[in-house]
T-cell receptor
Framework: EQQVQQSPASLVLQEAENAELQCSFS?????VQWFYQRPGGRLVSLLY???GTKQSGRLTSTTVIKERRSSLHISSSQITDSGTYLC???????????FGDGTQLVVKP | DPKIIQKPKYLVAVTGSEKILICEQY?????MYWYRQSAKKPLEFMFS???????DNQTASSRFQPQSSKKNHLDLQITALKPDDSATYFC???????????????FGSGTRLTVL
């Protein structure tokens, strides 16, 4: 069973539109992090958000641990936001980190 | 200026051969990890090392052997390569040597391995 589920799998936006990405976990965690990856590129940490709401620039993450879910809101999307957004959680029992399949975002002019 | 260097960026190998993937980090971190990303599966944890000691091993096959000659090095030796080993292998590091906390995880740019 996959521990982390992300939706949607892909998303196409017009520039300046907002995006809402979802992440859910099959088990309890208190470590949630969002990463960004360009095609074939390294992963870059966007936000570490174990609970509540955190903001970084145009990015806002909301994590509700009791409901085992986290979301990433991207406001006023830009073409350079295109790429894959990965959600990751750490499993308490063995401290391993599990990633979702990611959401592929394409922002068009 | 990348602080985690992975070499080579691309690697093509024949089935049955052996390759070593290189990883060096210049962040002063105590823990290093290997992850694998293929088209069929999400990013998967493989190994974690802390102060040059193996902390956790998710890989089922003994064909994958991490090697740490220095604190800031964690290479990955893969023997008897198979086509299913084709994937991008990412090295990562974190300050905390106690586990695989997601909080301070930094990734290299990956080595894309293709096994023919």
């Amino acid at each position: 069973e996959q521990q982390v589920q992300q939706s949607p799998a892909s998303l196409v936006l017009q520039e300046a539109e907002n995006a809402e990405l979802q992440c859910s976990f099959s088990i309890f965690t208190n470590q949630v992090q969002w990463f960004y990856q360009r095609p074939g590129g390294r992963l870059v940490s966007l936000l570490y958000n174990p609970s509540g709401t955190k903001q970084s620039g145009r990015l806002t993450s909301t994590t509700v641990i009791k409901e085992r879910r986290s979301s990433l809101h991207i406001s006023s999307s830009q073409i350079t936001d295109s790429g894959t957004y990965l959600c990751a959680m750490e499993r308490h029992s063995n401290n391993r980190i599990f990633f979702g399949d990611g959401t592929q975002l394409v922002v068009k002019p | 200026d990348p602080k985690i260097i992975q070499k080579p960026k691309y690697l093509v190998a024949v089935t049955g051969s052996e390759k070593i993937l290189i990883c060096e980090q210049y962040l002063g971190h105590n823990a290093m990890y290997w992850y694998r990303q293929s088209a069929k599966k999400p990013l998967e944890f493989m190994f974690s090392y802390s102060y040059q000691k193996l902390m956790d091993n998710q890989t089922a096959s003994s064909r994958f052997q991490p090697q740490s000659s220095k604190k800031n090095h964690l290479d990955l030796q893969i023997t008897a390569l198979k086509p299913d080993d084709s994937a991008t292998y990412f090295c990562a590091s974190s300050q905390d040597g106690g586990g695989t906390s997601a909080e301070t995880l930094y990734f290299g740019s990956g080595t894309r391995l293709t096994v023919l």
